[in-house]
């Protein structure tokens, strides 16, 4: 913008805006869209052709059965992708200055393994809880997500006879509470981008299990909506361990 004076420029005035944000937030937002297209898109066409198969008389009677329980499968996974991407859209839009309420980790931590008892005896997997009892302020129900997705995976990617821990305690009088496993580990190159939405690092392995690719995404947010973070710690072959810090100081 030019500084005239009797029609002749002495100055100008320059007006500089850094967009990099506003890229990089509009670059997700394409990337979601995308990867959402995608993922929905992938058990929704495999429902349509075992349904249109049935329909058709195609399929052998004793063929059916198995049919169905694809199509049951397809419809299961389809219906967690698109609750946890409705929880991603709340933790987007939740901010923790209007909510919140005292919550015992380690109580938390056993609820979740009770839920997922089930799921770890039949994948002969030991859950074990360690640690005191640990207040903090938070939102139950989001606190409760996060730990159900860490020991979820951990479960999912261990190993046949394997153990997962979790522990709640201090460090450096600082919160934290940790999900560890005896599993397959995460290599190094992938170790920065399991965080992000989609992410796999074996693609196949979590699509057999129902997993939607969202679950540690849920974690970050969640995270950050206590003002907290994720660390992780892993060794291929050996496994992994995620440390949430709580640091709302």
């Known amino acids: 913008s030019p500084v005239r004076e009797e029609n002749e420029d002495f100055g100008a005035v320059i007006f500089i805006t850094d967009v990099t944000e506003k890229e990089m937030a509009e670059q997700m937002r394409r990337e979601f869209s995308a990867n959402v297209s995608h993922e929905l898109k992938t058990p929704l066409t495999s ?7 049935m329909n058709q008389g195609i399929a052998k009677t004793e063929d059916v059965p198995r ?3 694809k199509i049951h499968f397809e419809a299961s996974r389809l219906l ?8 991603l859209s709340r933790l987007d839009e939740m901010d923790m200055s209007e909510a919140g309420e005292p919550v015992d980790l380690k109580t938390l931590s056993g609820q979740v393994c009770s839920d997922l008892k089930e799921k770890a005896r039949k994948q002969k997997i030991d859950l074990v809880i360690t640690g005191d009892s640990l207040v903090i302020q938070g939102l139950r ?7 159900y997705n860490l020991v979820d995976n951990a ?34 190159e992938y170790q920065d981008r399991i965080f992000e939405r989609f992410y796999r690092v074996d693609k196949s392995h979590s699509r057999e299990t ?11 947010h969640g995270a ?3 003002k907290a973070s994720v660390q992780l710690k892993s060794t291929p072959g050996e496994g992994s361990t995620f440390t949430i810090r709580f640091d709302q100081a």
Not at 141 to 147: G, P
Not at 210 to 216: A, D, H, K, Q, R
């Open 47 to 53: 429902i349509m052709g075992y349904a249109e198969i």
């Open 67 to 69: 049919f169905a329980g």
């Open 80 to 87: 967690a992708l698109i609750q946890d991407i409705i929880r």
């Open 141 to 147: 129900s989001t606190l409760y997500e996060m730990l």
């Open 155 to 188: 479960i999912v990617y261990n190993k046949p006879q394997g153990q997962v821990t979790i522990a709640t305690g201090k460090d450096y009088n600082v919160p934290t509470v940790t999900v560890s496993d005896t599993g397959i580990g995460i290599p190094e």
């Open 210 to 220: 129902g997993g939607t690719g969202l679950g540690l995404s849920i974690v970050k």
């Open 224 to 226: 950050l909506v206590h």
